[in-house]
């Protein structure tokens, strides 16, 4: 499984698992399909806050991937191939994936092996391309992550909420902090290796993505920064950026309605084809919408596109 290269007629390579594991899922609303897939440590209930806006518009599925949530473990070596198709197994034909942070990696992957199922993309707080200074921070962390997972725990929440969000919302960063204090180890140390290698291994295949694709951050991400997602729009034919200023990285949870209004503005202007793709996004003049339990201050978006 997966696509070829244009230009070389290489493969991507295909993974060497066995059977796609079954996933804990459950679906909500009416329409067209939309699957939800979280970032690492997570689970589904990070997209609570954005499901009532995605719902009323599309059938969401919200999944718990491997190893995480109600779903199986994951082993040591798991692959993002692996965790593309658990997904992949899920989809019954042309869905709108979303994907956030390692999720998104997850929808890039399964946009490469399974186009056919791959309506739109989303790419929520992505990383793309890391630096070495970036690929050496990021190994830190899975580091410290391997010899103290509980202050690996506290140093993703601090990362994440600004003293100004967890002040306005304290129960928000708890929860956050029980979710990932909850993992199962090994398999979040499975994860993480993945959500810390797997861009690089992507970067060369990034142009044989065919979903019409956005990718979105905060301005304020230190790890999923604005240039990674400019570089994702540069590097996917047809793409498109789209900077949230003044948040960080939890957008599901920092700024829901800004989240959804990319979302539905996305799926709206491609309905499962992929034959509008360059230079037909759609308009999208500015986020707007309530932020739930985040700092004061509504945004307006900041977008680039390729074509």
Not at 48 to 57: I, S
Not at 93 to 105: E, I, K, N, Q, R
Not at 113 to 141: H, I, K, N, Q, W
């Amino acid at each position: 499984m997966g696509g070829s290269d244009a230009a070389t007629g290489a493969r991507v390579p295909a993974s060497r698992a066995g059977a796609p594991v079954a996933l804990s899922h459950e679906a909500h609303g009416d329409g067209p399909e939309l699957v939800l897939l979280h970032g690492v440590g997570l689970d589904r209930r990070m997209w609570d806050r954005c499901l009532p806006a995605l719902a009323a518009r599309h059938r969401v599925t919200l999944v718990d991937l491997r190893g995480h949530g109600a779903s199986p473990a994951a082993a040591a070596g798991v692959s993002l191939a692996e965790l593309a198709a658990d997904v992949g197994a899920l989809l019954s034909g042309p869905t709108h994936v979303v994907g956030f942070s390692l999720g998104a990696l997850v929808a890039q992957r399964l946009g490469l092996d399974r186009p056919e199922l791959t309506a739109s993309l989303t790419l929520v707080s992505s990383v793309a391309g890391r630096s070495e200074e970036e690929r050496a921070a990021v190994a830190r962390r899975q580091e410290l992550a391997a010899q103290d997972f509980g202050a690996s725990a506290w140093a993703a929440v601090d990362r994440w909420f600004s003293p100004a969000w967890r002040a306005q919302d304290p129960e928000l960063a708890r929860r956050v902090l029980d979710t990932l204090l909850a993992n199962d180890r090994a398999s979040y140390l499975a994860c993480y290796r993945v959500f810390a290698t797997a861009d690089t291994a992507l970067w060369r295949w990034l142009p044989r993505i065919a979903a019409p694709t956005v990718a979105v951050t905060g301005e304020r991400d230190p790890g999923s920064t604005p240039a990674m997602s400019h570089r994702l729009a540069e590097r996917i034919p047809g793409a498109r950026a789209v900077i949230v200023p003044g948040a960080r990285h939890l957008l599901p949870l920092e700024c829901p309605g800004e989240l959804a209004d990319v979302i539905l503005t996305h799926t709206g202007s491609h309905n499962g084809s992929h034959g509008n793709r360059n230079g037909t996004h759609g308009s999208h003049n500015g986020i707007h919408g309530s932020r739930t339990g985040t700092h004061p201050g509504a945004p307006t978006g900041q977008e680039s596109h390729r074509s």
